[in-house]
């Protein structure tokens, strides 16, 4: 679900970009969305997305204070979280 999720953003002409230190953090994407970076986690199953916990745990380090997790999940927002079913990434669409 990953792969279609980034062909049908690349061919919205969105840039995205993947986030990677060696000591195993990981996002799937960072893009910006209205005016700010906002990190974006694809999973396909339920879980904890530790590197994305991380991420917003430490923002004044990473300057990210929203993040998008994409998956098999109802829409709902914890905190600085969004979680949004896959069918709905699309409607990302405010630069």
């Known amino acids: 679900m990953l792969d279609v999720w980034f062909v049908h953003y690349k061919k919205m002409g969105r840039k995205l970009y993947y986030y990677h230190k060696e000591s195993g ?45 994409l998956g098999d999940y109802n829409v709902g927002r914890t905190r600085a979280l969004l979680t949004l079913p896959f069918y709905m990434g699309f409607l990302l669409t405010d630069l």
């Open 25 to 69: 953090l990981e996002i799937d994407f960072v893009l910006r969305y209205k005016g700010e970076c906002v990190i974006v986690k694809c999973k396909a199953k339920s879980g904890n997305a530790k590197s994305l916990q991380t991420i917003l745990k430490h923002s004044e380090k990473y300057h990210v204070y929203h993040a998008i997790k």
